[in-house]
């Protein structure tokens, strides 16, 4: 299971540290439907949080470029950490009972 | 298809979230009879995959993007319950860490990618392999997870009076039916690069 565990991630991090660079920066489906019929400015300044990486983006570095894919390796790492983290939690709450 | 805060009544998204917070419990409740603790770290990569594919979005008809989303790819692989719980992990770090959908919000986009797309696609699946073959059962599961997640997400915003439903449906079911092709192909890929070479881990015990 080990390879295919560390492929697994090699490829994740690829993909969001360099292939990202080559996403589309266009609207989803739902912003720009949102766009065009007039609401998307319901959401405008709505959010709830202050999140440390909003949008992708690592806010003190100023590259825009390495800022975002420094975002993607820091979001890969983080949810393959929680998901383990998560996992391993329900599986000691089952063997404690 | 992330919601952000703004976009739904306190109704909608107080609903939504009673609604995914017993989904959860139940995926929790089931993985902790029935989760190989082996498999913990394939429930991280695939949420891992996931998180980084949607970061990729594609190009679909005039200035619009659509992204993979992965549901079909973590139900079908893993079972409903473990998809579930790694749609959840995806769309709760995507929303506490990167902004990337609202917080009033979880819940809604919790349902429509966590529950209907993975527990409600490993359930197409399911049904769709008893007489199609693999990747056909797949292609087909993952394209009508995200119809089905936009047809629903068109109705949480009617329902929330930002938008009157046939308008919603008919501009979101439009062009996530494009999407949903490019979800479609991409889960295709990952399941038929899995079954060359780790066959075996589609025949896990899917929780």
Same mark, same amino acid.
């Given at each position: ?5 560390? +492929? ?7 993909? /969001?540290?360099?292939?990202?660079? &080559?996403?589309?920066?266009?609207? $989803? ?40 894919? @420094? ?27 | 298809?992330?919601?952000? $805060? ?16 017993? +989904? ?23 949420? +891992?995959?996931?998180? @980084? ?14 992204? &993979? ?28 860490? &990167? ?18 797309? /993975? ?29 089905? /997640? @936009? ?6 915003? +009617? ?17 996530? @039916? ?14 038929? &690069? ?14």
């Amino acid at each position: 299971m080990k390879s295919i565990i560390l +492929a697994g991630l090699i490829v994740s991090v690829v993909l /969001a540290v360099f292939i990202s660079q &080559f996403a589309s920066s266009s609207p $989803d489906g739902l912003e720009r439907v949102a766009e065009d019929r007039g609401f998307l400015e319901m959401s405008e300044g709505k959010n709830l949080l202050k999140s440390p990486l909003p949008d992708y983006t690592v806010p003190f570095i100023g590259n825009e470029r390495v800022s975002g894919s @420094a975002a993607g390796f820091i979001g890969v790492v983080l949810t393959f950490g929680i998901m383990c983290l998560a996992g391993y939690f329900l599986k000691q709450r089952e063997n404690s009972r | 298809m992330h919601i952000p $805060d703004g976009f739904l009544d306190v109704k909608t998204y107080s609903v939504l979230y009673g609604v995914s917070t017993v +989904a959860v419990a139940w995926a929790v409740r089931r993985l902790n009879k029935s989760l190989d603790e082996k498999q913990v770290p394939l429930l991280g990569v695939v949420a +891992a995959f996931i998180f @980084a594919a949607q970061m990729l979005n594609f190009p679909v008809a005039g200035g619009t993007s659509g992204h &993979f989303m992965g549901g079909v790819l973590a139900g079908a692989l893993l079972g409903p319950a473990s998809g579930i719980l790694v749609m959840t992990t995806v769309l709760v770090v995507q929303c506490l860490v &990167f902004q990337d959908g609202g917080l009033t919000a979880l819940g809604a986009n919790v349902f429509n990618i966590g529950v209907v797309c /993975a527990a409600g696609g490993y359930f197409i699946f399911a049904v769709l392999k008893k007489f199609l073959g693999l990747l056909t059962a797949v292609f087909i599961s993952g394209w009508v997870s995200v119809v089905l /997640a @936009a047809s629903l997400c068109a109705v949480e915003l +009617a329902v929330s009076n930002t938008i009157p439903l046939k308008a919603a449906m008919l501009a979101m079911v439009s062009v996530h @039916a494009i999407i949903g092709i490019g979800e479609a192909l991409i889960t295709v890929a990952v399941f038929g &690069f899995i079954s060359k070479v780790r066959p075996d881990i589609l025949e896990l015990k899917k929780g």
